[in-house]
């Protein structure tokens, strides 16, 4: 097990909706990075957070947004839910920014109906 | 053109057999590979980084062609423990790292 736990496991909500998910980075890793898994696709790149600020954006818009608390763990927020939100949310966990090695959750599959 | 593309897959291949996955990226300043691991349902893990001199461990052996932007991932002996989804990672800096992942090939090892 890597140490990264994120929560809940599953969700379901309708369009329009708003989402909350969350993530617990590994004990001593400092940087946690979200990613969107479409069924069939490989994960895509939504943002990082460093030290409690967001380094770095891949291409989603602005009601994808996120959080960096002391302790290191982070949120995705999600606002106006839409039907290809539908997908796996993973968070991985590092020390530092690099991305060499990261530590990914488990994810939380969200389902929007 | 996505950035990071692989072999669409699915591979079926038996026990014991070699198999070879490719993946192209277009960006060239691409800095880092990865070959990542995902079974069925679960949370990728890496299984290698990738060196321009190429690299083993065990029945893995990766290769990476800056020339051609291709990297391989080649398998011998495969395990039916070996079935799962394997990802190509690619990175570079623009002002963060960027971390592209492909598409994913999937392999099932068959008795």
């Known amino acids: 097990e890597t140490g990264v736990t994120q929560s809940p496991t599953h969700l379901i909500k309708t369009r329009g909706q708003q989402v909350t998910l969350r993530c617990s980075s590994q004990?001593?890793?400092?940087?946690v990075s979200w990613y969107q898994q479409a069924l069939g696709q490989g994960p895509q790149f939504i943002f990082q957070?460093?030290?409690?600020?967001?380094?770095g954006r891949g291409n989603f818009p602005p009601r994808f947004s996120g959080l960096q608390f002391p302790n290191y763990s982070s949120e995705l927020n999600v606002n106006a839910l839409e039907l290809d939100d539908s997908a796996l949310y993973l968070c991985?966990?590092?020390?530092?920014?690099?991305?060499?090695?990261?530590?990914f959750g488990p994810g939380t599959r969200l389902l929007v109906l | 053109r996505k950035e990071v593309e692989q072999d669409p897959g699915p591979f079926n291949v038996p026990e014991g057999a070699t198999v070879a996955f490719n993946c192209t990226y277009s960006?060239?300043?691409?800095?880092?590979f990865f070959w990542y691991r995902q079974d069925c349902r679960k949370e990728p893990k890496l299984l290698m980084s990738?060196?321009?001199s190429g690299n083993e461990d065990g029945r893995f052996t990766a290769q990476l062609n800056r020339a051609s932007q291709y990297i391989s991932l080649l398998i011998r002996d495969s395990k039916l423990s070996d079935s799962a989804t394997y990802l190509c990672?690619?990175?570079?800096?623009?002002?963060?790292?960027?971390?592209?992942f492909g598409p994913g090939t999937s392999l099932s090892v068959i008795p």
């Open positions: 991985a966990s590092s020390f530092g920014t690099s991305q060499e090695t990261q530590y």
């Open positions: 004990s001593g890793h400092n940087t």
């Open positions: 957070y460093y030290r409690e600020e967001e380094n």
């Open positions: 960006n060239s300043a691409s800095q880092s």
């Open positions: 990738v060196y321009s």
């Open positions: 990672v690619v990175k570079r800096f623009t002002s963060y790292d960027k971390v592209i």
